[in-house]
């Protein structure tokens, strides 16, 4: 609606960065400040010549064509290629893997600077600058606008996905209307980092935004540390109700399963890291009668736990060193120390899920 375009500010709305800068001396700081000008009058701020009076009205027609509903787009590649130039467009086509295999990994640094830089015959910092000002210019208001439909598109299936997508399987539940040219989940997440919504975090794409991840993630931890063995999700489904309102049961299970600090076994338990990884590895420890390599007790950690939550010897090792009750010998293997004040031997992490 014009109402809304009126009221974006200037400096967020998708103009040309002299004309930013030369209108809030000028008393013009809103869009709707800007439209009440008449050529004339825009042509007296100074600093503004021409050039900079067609950019003006070249976005009002952009605004014009918005507010009546006769903008159109072809499909994303077309939306994309009207707002950035062929630069612009390059350096974030190769640095998100917009077209990119299926099979490719997901990635915010698809292709370096440097391959960027190489491909296109600049520098490395050239081709970082670029990609920043493709990303400034898809996240203005008016380039947002026009997006909208594909978030909202975005949108509905993350929430019939429960609110949350892992990366893995995101490409096959996303969308591909209008996306032909494009990787689906490699342009949600370009969208994600435009917009800030939705949130892409630790290869999980979610409606939660980044501070309901950090509330959601420290009541799982404070709840998993104050439970000396694995947690089966039912607990934790009813003790978080409150930070997950916006996501259905399967939802949660994605989400806690990209939280840093909570790890899931592969008999559906959940520990707080690293507090409840050093509870599994003193258990591991106790099944052995003689000293354990830590390489060896990495692979048994592992064997616990699930892809998501696996971890490489020297997590396990800054664990082992930094537990007083767990002894250290010079060829790498590790015990319990035979106190009789250490804690009793734990029941096996990866049993069955008990009821809440």
């Given amino acids: 609606a014009r109402e809304n375009i009126d009221a974006w500010p200037i400096a967020e709305a998708g103009l040309p960065a002299r004309v930013t800068r030369r209108m809030p001396p000028a008393g013009q700081r809103t869009v709707g400040d800007l439209r009440r000008l008449s050529d004339n009058e825009l042509a007296s701020i100074r600093g503004l010549g021409a050039r900079s009076v067609n950019a003006v009205r070249a976005f009002f027609r952009e605004c014009g064509a918005l507010e009546t509903g006769t903008r159109r787009f072809a499909d994303a590649d077309a939306l ?30 698809h292709a370096t600077l440097q391959t960027i830089g190489t491909r296109r015959r600049i520098t490395r910092e050239r081709a970082r600058q670029l990609e920043n000002e493709a990303r400034a210019i ?82 799982a931890a404070r709840l998993l540390d104050s439970r000396p063995t694995p947690q089966p999700f039912a607990v934790l489904h009813e003790a978080l109700r409150p930070e997950t309102r916006s996501l259905t049961e399967s939802g949660l299970r994605v989400v806690l399963a990209h939280l840093d600090r909570v790890a899931v076994t592969t008999g559906g338990g959940y520990v707080c890291m690293p507090g409840g990884s050093a509870l599994l590895l003193r258990n591991l420890l ?47 293997t590790y015990r319990l120390r035979q106190d009789p004040g250490r804690p009793a031997r734990l029941p096996p992490p990866d049993a069955p899920e008990a009821s809440p």
Wanted: aromatic fraction near 8%; proline fraction near 4%; glycine fraction near 8%.
């Fill in 286 to 332: 106790g099944q052995h009668d003689r000293p354990v390599h830590f390489r060896a007790l990495t692979a048994e950690y592992n064997a616990l736990m699930r892809p998501g939550s696996r971890k490489g010897s020297g997590f396990v090792l800054g664990i082992l060193n930094a537990d007083p009750d767990i002894e250290r010998f010079a060829d790498g």
């Fill in 138 to 219: 898809l996240g203005c208001r008016l380039a947002q606008a026009c997006l909208e439909p594909l978030y909202e598109r975005f949108e509905t299936a993350l929430r019939a996905a429960g609110g949350a997508l892992d990366a893995a399987g995101a490409a096959a539940a996303l969308p591909r209307d209008d996306l032909d040219a494009y990787r689906p989940d490699a342009f949600l997440l370009l969208l994600c980092d435009c917009r800030g919504r939705p949130v892409y975090r630790n290869g999980l794409f979610t409606l939660l935004s980044h501070d309901q991840l950090d509330r959601l993630e420290t009541a």
């Fill in 80 to 109: 994309l290629r009207h707002f950035l130039n062929t630069g612009q467009w390059n350096a974030l086509a190769l640095r998100y893997g917009l077209q990119a295999a299926e099979d490719a990994r997901l990635s915010r640094r």
